[in-house]
C-alpha cells in the first residue's frame, strides 16, 4: 500500500503530536506510532517542564544553569531561544486544557512551580507526579479530533526513504517518507511525505538498566544515520539517579522532584554522602549524583542507597507524589515511614540527530524534534525537566520551517518503488534476538555505562562488531518482525555511543573516562560528529 501526505510524523510522544498539530494547519499529516498512540517516555514523566514562570525567576537564571549542566558544549542561542520561548509553549498546554499543579494564597491561585537538581530556582511546572500523562492525554484528544491527521498505531518505520537510493544520486540527498511495517498484518507500506519527521524518543533500551519504556530504542537515530544524516555527541548518555530498587519495578523513576522537596541520599547505615561530592549535595546536577552513587555503591560493595523523604509530613508527600507513594507501596514500601532503596539507570540521550535551529537535519526535508534530536541545549548534560520544554519549542520551530518549505519549493514525490520483500522465511530462531539483544544491554552497562576506560572501550568495540555482523545476517535472511528491526536499532546506536565516547579522550558532563579524569577544553571543546561512510570527526 502507498499512503501519500504532506507531512509524516514519525512518533506520538509529545514531540510528534506537537509537531502533527501545528502542521495540520496547512496540508495533510499521517502519523505513525509502533504500538499504542500514547505509549512514549512522554506519557511516564513525572518531574515536569522546565520554563520562567515565576516573578522571583528570570530568563538569564535559567539560561545559566542550563549552560552550568551542559559543562561548556550547549549551544548558547540554542538555549536562549528555548528558554524564552518556553513560557509561550507553557500557554499553549494549559490552553489545550492541560491542568498544570496550583497552588492559592489569599484570592491569588498560581501555578505551583517545583524544583529539581541543577536548578537555581523552583520553575518546574507540573501534574502533581504524573506531568506526562497529563500532557500526553491532552495532545492525544486534539491529534485524535483533528481532520487533517490520519494516525496509524502499530506501524512501526523500518527505513527512510531517500532519494539517492531510490531515484539517483544527487549532491544533497533528500528523504521522501518511510517504509513501516503494519505489525498487525505483517505488511510493509510505503508512506510518501514531502517532509518526514522523526520524533521516535531516545534510547535508553541499549542499556540493561533504564527509566525508559520498551519503545526506546533509538530507532530514529539508526534510521537517520543509514541515510547518512548527522549524528551528534551520542557519549553523553544521562543516567538518572534514582530509580526504584527492586526485583519487579523494571527500573520504576523516583522523580528528581523528591530532592527538589527535601529528600536525602544516604548508604544503608544512615550516612548522608552528597555534600563531600558537590557543594550542591542532594540539588547537585544529575551526572554528578549518579557518579557519587555510582562510587559509593562500589565502595561498599551495596546494591543500592536510600532516599529519604520521610522526615516531611505524610500528607504532604501523599498530595505532591501520588503515583510514587501508591507505585512503591504495591512493593511494600511506604514512602512517608521509610527510605526508598534506589539505584542509578539509563534516562536520557543527550546526543541524537544533528540539527539546526529549526530542527533541520543535515538531509533535506528531514527533520528531527525531540529526545531524537541534538539541537545544541543539552551539551554535555542536560538539565532535569528541559527535554520535554525542549520537545516543545523545536516542534514549534520545525513546523514553521517544514510549512514554508513545502509552500515555497516545488515538492513533487518522484515515483518510489515497493518495499522489496526479501527474505520469506519466517525466523525459528527467535533466540538469536534474545541472546544478542540481552548480550548487547548487559556489556553496554558494564563496559559503556557511568564510567569508562578506553580498555571498556576497546572491549565494547569488539563485541559490537562482531554481534553487527550477526543481526545483519539474520535481517536480510528472513521475513522483518519488529523486533529485529528494535534489535538492528539497538545495534546501531550501541555502535555510535561507543565511538562517540571512544573519540572523546577527556571527561566531560555525562563522558566520564577514568583513563582521562579531567576535561580537556584546548581539544574537545567540540561536539562528536558521526555520519556514515565518512569520517568520524569533532567539529
Ligand atoms: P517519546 O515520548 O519517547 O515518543 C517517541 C514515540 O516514537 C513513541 O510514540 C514511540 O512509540 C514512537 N516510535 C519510536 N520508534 C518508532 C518507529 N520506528 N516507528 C514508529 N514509531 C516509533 N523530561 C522532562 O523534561 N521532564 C520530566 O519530568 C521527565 N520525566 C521523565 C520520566 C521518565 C520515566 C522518563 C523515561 C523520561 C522522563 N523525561 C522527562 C524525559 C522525557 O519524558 C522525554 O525525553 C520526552 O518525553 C521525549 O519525547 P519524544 O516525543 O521525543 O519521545
Ligand atoms: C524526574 O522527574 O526526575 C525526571 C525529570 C527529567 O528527566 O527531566
Same mark, same amino acid.
Given at each position: 500500500?502507498?499512503?501519500?501526505?504532506?507531512?509524516?510524523?514519525?512518533?506520538?510522544?509529545?514531540?510528534?503530536?506537537?509537531?502533527?498539530?501545528?502542521?495540520?494547519?496547512?496540508?495533510?499529516?499521517?502519523?505513525?506510532?509502533?504500538?499504542?498512540?500514547?505509549?512514549?517516555?512522554?506519557?511516564?514523566?513525572?518531574?515536569? %517542564? &522546565?520554563?520562567? @514562570?515565576?516573578?522571583?525567576?528570570? /530568563?538569564?537564571?535559567? *539560561?545559566?544553569?542550563?549552560?552550568?549542566? !551542559? #559543562?561548556?558544549?550547549?549551544?548558547?542561542?540554542?538555549?536562549?531561544?528555548?528558554?524564552?520561548?518556553?513560557?509561550?509553549?507553557?500557554?499553549?498546554?494549559?490552553?489545550?486544557?492541560?491542568?498544570?499543579?496550583?497552588?492559592?494564597?489569599?484570592?491569588?491561585?498560581?501555578?505551583?512551580?517545583?524544583?529539581?537538581?541543577?536548578?537555581?530556582?523552583?520553575?518546574?511546572?507540573?501534574?502533581?507526579?504524573?506531568?506526562?500523562?497529563?500532557?500526553?492525554?491532552?495532545?492525544?484528544?486534539?491529534?485524535?479530533?483533528?481532520?487533517?491527521?490520519?494516525?496509524?498505531?502499530?506501524? %512501526? &518505520?523500518?527505513? @527512510?526513504?531517500?532519494?539517492?537510493? /531510490?531515484?539517483?544520486? *544527487?549532491?544533497?540527498?533528500?528523504?521522501? !517518507? #518511510?517504509?513501516?511495517?503494519?505489525?498487525?498484518?505483517?505488511?510493509?507500506?510505503?508512506?510518501?511525505?514531502?517532509?518526514?519527521?522523526?520524533?521516535?524518543?531516545?534510547?535508553?533500551?541499549?542499556?540493561?538498566?533504564?527509566?525508559?519504556?520498551?519503545?526506546?530504542?533509538?530507532?530514529?537515530?539508526?534510521?537517520?544515520?543509514?541515510?547518512?544524516?548527522?549524528?551528534?555527541?551520542?557519549?553523553?548518555?544521562?543516567?538518572?539517579?534514582?530509580?526504584?530498587?527492586?526485583?519487579?519495578?523494571?527500573?520504576?523513576?523516583?522523580?528528581?522532584?523528591?530532592?527538589?522537596?527535601?529528600?536525602?541520599?544516604? @548508604?544503608?547505615?544512615?550516612?548522608? /554522602?552528597?555534600?563531600?561530592?558537590?557543594?550542591?549535595?542532594?540539588?547537585?546536577?544529575?551526572?554528578?549524583?549518579?557518579?557519587?552513587?555510582?562510587?559509593?555503591?562500589?565502595?561498599?560493595?551495596?546494591?543500592?542507597?536510600?532516599?529519604?523523604?520521610?522526615?516531611?509530613?505524610?500528607?504532604?508527600?501523599?498530595?505532591?507524589?501520588?503515583?510514587?507513594?501508591?507505585?512503591?507501596?504495591?512493593?511494600?514500601?511506604?514512602?512517608?515511614?521509610?527510605?526508598?532503596?534506589?539505584?542509578?539507570?539509563?534516562?536520557?540521550?543527550?546526543?541524537?540527530?544533528?540539527?539546526?535551529?529549526?530542527?533541520?537535519?543535515?538531509?533535506?526535508?528531514?527533520?528531527?524534534?525531540?529526545?531524537?534530536?541534538?539541537?545544541?541545549?543539552?551539551?554535555?548534560?542536560?538539565?532535569?525537566?528541559?527535554?520535554?520544554?525542549?520537545?516543545?519549542?523545536?516542534?514549534?520551530?520545525?513546523?514553521?520551517?517544514?510549512?514554508?518549505?513545502?509552500?515555497?519549493?516545488?515538492?513533487?514525490?518522484?515515483?518510489?518503488?515497493?518495499?522489496?520483500?526479501?527474505?520469506?522465511?519466517?525466523?525459528?530462531?527467535?533466540?538469536?534476538?534474545?541472546?544478542?539483544?540481552?548480550?548487547?544491554?548487559?556489556?553496554?552497562?558494564?563496559?559503556?555505562?557511568?564510567?569508562?576506560?578506553?580498555?571498556?572501550?576497546?572491549?565494547?568495540?569488539?563485541?559490537?562488531?562482531?554481534?553487527?555482523?550477526?543481526?545483519?545476517?539474520?535481517?536480510?535472511?528472513?521475513?522483518?518482525?519488529?523486533?529485529?528491526?528494535?534489535?538492528?536499532?539497538?545495534?546501531?546506536?550501541?555502535?555510535?555511543?561507543?565511538?562517540?565516547?571512544?573519540?572523546?579522550?577527556?571527561?566531560?558532563?555525562?563522558?566520564?573516562?577514568?583513563?582521562?579524569?579531567?576535561?580537556?577544553?584546548?581539544?574537545?571543546?567540540?561536539?562528536?560528529?558521526?555520519?556514515?561512510?565518512?569520517?568520524?570527526?569533532?567539529?
Amino acid at each position: 500500500m502507498e499512503i501519500k501526505s504532506d507531512f509524516l510524523v514519525i512518533g506520538s510522544g509529545i514531540a510528534g503530536l506537537s509537531f502533527a498539530l501545528k502542521a495540520a494547519s496547512s496540508g495533510t499529516v499521517a502519523l505513525i506510532t509502533k504500538r499504542n498512540i500514547r505509549e512514549s517516555a512522554t506519557f511516564y514523566a513525572q518531574g515536569g %517542564i &522546565a520554563s520562567v @514562570l515565576s516573578k522571583e525567576d528570570t /530568563f538569564d537564571s535559567h *539560561i545559566k544553569d542550563t549552560l552550568y549542566a !551542559g #559543562a561548556g558544549l550547549c549551544n548558547r542561542e540554542i538555549v536562549e531561544l528555548v528558554v524564552k520561548d518556553g513560557p509561550a509553549r507553557i500557554q499553549e498546554l494549559i490552553q489545550l486544557g492541560v491542568k498544570f499543579s496550583s497552588r492559592t494564597t489569599g484570592n491569588d491561585t498560581e501555578l505551583d512551580l517545583g524544583r529539581e537538581g541543577g536548578h537555581s530556582k523552583r520553575r518546574i511546572v507540573h501534574a502533581e507526579d504524573l506531568t506526562g500523562k497529563a500532557v500526553e492525554e491532552a495532545l492525544v484528544a486534539a491529534v485524535l479530533s483533528n481532520k487533517n491527521i490520519s494516525v496509524y498505531e502499530h506501524h %512501526i &518505520a523500518v527505513d @527512510l526513504i531517500s532519494h539517492s537510493k /531510490f531515484v539517483g544520486q *544527487i549532491q544533497e540527498d533528500t528523504v521522501w !517518507g #518511510a517504509y513501516a511495517l503494519d505489525k498487525t498484518k505483517g505488511e510493509i507500506h510505503s508512506f510518501l511525505s514531502k517532509a518526514t519527521i522523526l520524533a521516535t524518543g531516545g534510547a535508553g533500551k541499549v542499556y540493561l538498566f533504564t527509566s525508559n519504556p520498551d519503545i526506546a530504542t533509538g530507532d530514529g537515530v539508526a534510521m537517520a544515520y543509514r541515510v547518512g544524516a548527522e549524528i551528534s555527541n551520542m557519549e553523553f548518555i544521562q543516567f538518572h539517579p534514582t530509580c526504584l530498587y527492586h526485583s519487579k519495578a523494571k527500573s520504576f523513576l523516583i522523580s528528581e522532584a523528591l530532592r527538589g522537596e527535601g529528600a536525602i541520599l544516604k @548508604l544503608k547505615d544512615g550516612t548522608l /554522602f552528597m555534600k563531600k561530592h558537590h557543594p550542591m549535595a542532594d540539588l547537585a546536577p544529575r551526572d554528578i549524583v549518579a557518579r557519587a552513587i555510582d562510587f559509593e555503591l562500589k565502595k561498599s560493595g551495596d546494591e543500592c542507597v536510600y532516599l529519604d523523604l520521610s522526615h516531611k509530613p505524610a500528607d504532604f508527600i501523599r498530595d505532591r507524589f501520588p503515583n510514587i507513594h501508591r507505585k512503591c507501596l504495591e512493593f511494600g514500601i511506604d514512602i512517608t515511614a521509610m527510605p526508598i532503596p534506589v539505584v542509578p539507570a539509563a534516562h536520557y540521550t543527550c546526543g541524537g540527530i544533528k540539527t539546526d535551529k529549526e530542527g533541520m537535519t543535515s538531509v533535506n526535508r528531514l527533520y528531527a524534534v525531540g529526545e531524537a534530536a541534538c539541537t545544541g541545549l543539552h551539551g554535555a548534560n542536560r538539565l532535569a525537566s528541559n527535554s520535554l520544554l525542549e520537545s516543545l519549542v523545536f516542534a514549534d520551530k520545525a513546523s514553521e520551517h517544514a510549512i514554508k518549505i513545502i509552500k515555497n519549493t516545488s515538492s513533487e514525490i518522484p515515483p518510489i518503488p515497493q518495499w522489496e520483500t526479501r527474505g520469506a522465511v519466517a525466523s525459528d530462531e527467535a533466540v538469536v534476538i534474545s541472546q544478542n539483544w540481552d548480550e548487547i544491554r548487559r556489556f553496554m552497562w558494564n563496559y559503556v555505562g557511568i564510567v569508562r576506560s578506553d580498555k571498556r572501550l576497546e572491549r565494547a568495540k569488539r563485541r559490537i562488531t562482531l554481534l553487527k555482523n550477526e543481526i545483519n545476517e539474520y535481517y536480510w535472511d528472513f521475513k522483518i518482525t519488529s523486533d529485529i528491526v528494535e534489535l538492528r536499532n539497538i545495534a546501531t546506536v550501541a555502535e555510535l555511543i561507543i565511538n562517540s565516547a571512544s573519540m572523546r579522550k577527556e571527561s566531560r558532563g555525562l563522558h566520564y573516562n577514568i583513563d582521562y579524569p579531567e576535561k580537556d577544553d584546548a581539544n574537545f571543546l567540540k561536539d562528536t560528529i558521526l555520519k556514515l561512510n565518512k569520517l568520524a570527526g569533532l567539529a
